[in-house]
Protein backbone atom coordinates (compact mmCIF):
# COMPACT_ATOMS: atom_id res chain seq x y z
CA UNK A 1 0.00 0.00 0.00
CA UNK A 2 2.59 2.92 0.72
CA UNK A 3 4.09 1.64 -2.41
CA UNK A 4 1.22 3.11 -4.21
CA UNK A 5 1.10 6.40 -2.15
CA UNK A 6 5.49 6.54 -3.53
CA UNK A 7 4.22 5.62 -6.88
CA UNK A 8 1.48 8.21 -6.96
CA UNK A 9 3.48 11.13 -5.65
CA UNK A 10 6.41 10.55 -8.32
CA UNK A 11 3.95 10.56 -10.80
CA UNK A 12 2.55 14.36 -9.88
CA UNK A 13 6.17 15.10 -9.24
CA UNK A 14 7.08 13.56 -12.94
CA UNK A 15 4.01 15.87 -14.13
CA UNK A 16 4.08 19.15 -12.66
CA UNK A 17 7.74 18.54 -13.79
CA UNK A 18 6.80 18.31 -17.50
CA UNK A 19 4.04 20.66 -17.20
CA UNK A 20 6.66 23.20 -16.14
CA UNK A 21 9.17 22.77 -18.67
CA UNK A 22 6.06 22.83 -21.31
CA UNK A 23 4.84 26.63 -19.67
CA UNK A 24 8.82 27.51 -19.70
CA UNK A 25 9.04 26.09 -23.43
CA UNK A 26 6.15 28.55 -24.31
CA UNK A 27 7.06 31.38 -22.79
CA UNK A 28 10.76 31.30 -24.01
CA UNK A 29 9.25 31.17 -27.96
CA UNK A 30 10.07 27.19 -28.48
CA UNK A 31 6.69 27.63 -29.98
CA UNK A 32 6.68 30.43 -32.08
CA UNK A 33 6.01 30.06 -36.03
CA UNK A 34 9.13 31.72 -37.76
CA UNK A 35 8.59 30.25 -41.43
CA UNK A 36 5.50 30.85 -41.89
CA UNK A 37 5.31 34.40 -42.34
CA UNK A 38 8.25 34.52 -44.40
CA UNK A 39 6.51 32.14 -46.88
CA UNK A 40 3.08 34.16 -46.51
CA UNK A 41 4.08 37.17 -48.96
CA UNK A 42 4.53 34.29 -51.71
CA UNK A 43 0.76 33.63 -51.04
CA UNK A 44 -0.83 37.18 -50.77
CA UNK A 45 -3.99 37.29 -52.78
CA UNK A 46 -6.36 39.88 -52.27
CA UNK A 47 -8.98 39.05 -54.54
CA UNK A 48 -10.73 42.84 -54.94
CA UNK A 49 -6.96 43.94 -56.32
CA UNK A 50 -7.19 41.08 -58.80
CA UNK A 51 -10.14 41.36 -59.98
CA UNK A 52 -9.70 45.14 -60.93
CA UNK A 53 -6.41 44.58 -62.69
CA UNK A 54 -8.44 41.85 -64.59
CA UNK A 55 -10.92 44.11 -65.65
CA UNK A 56 -8.47 47.16 -66.87
CA UNK A 57 -6.78 44.65 -69.17
CA UNK A 58 -9.95 43.28 -70.78
CA UNK A 59 -11.31 47.13 -71.10
CA UNK A 60 -7.72 47.85 -72.86
CA UNK A 61 -7.55 45.10 -75.47
CA UNK A 62 -10.98 46.12 -76.23
CA UNK A 63 -10.58 49.32 -76.99
CA UNK A 64 -7.79 48.48 -79.31
Known amino acids: MEVIF ?3 GFSL ?5 FLGL ?3 AVRDGQYDDGYTPAL ?3 F ?4 SE ?3 ESKN ?3 KINED
Open 44 to 47: DNDS
Open 40 to 42: RIL
Open 22 to 24: FFW
Open 57 to 59: TTT
Open 6 to 8: MLI
Open 50 to 52: TKK
Open 13 to 17: LVALT
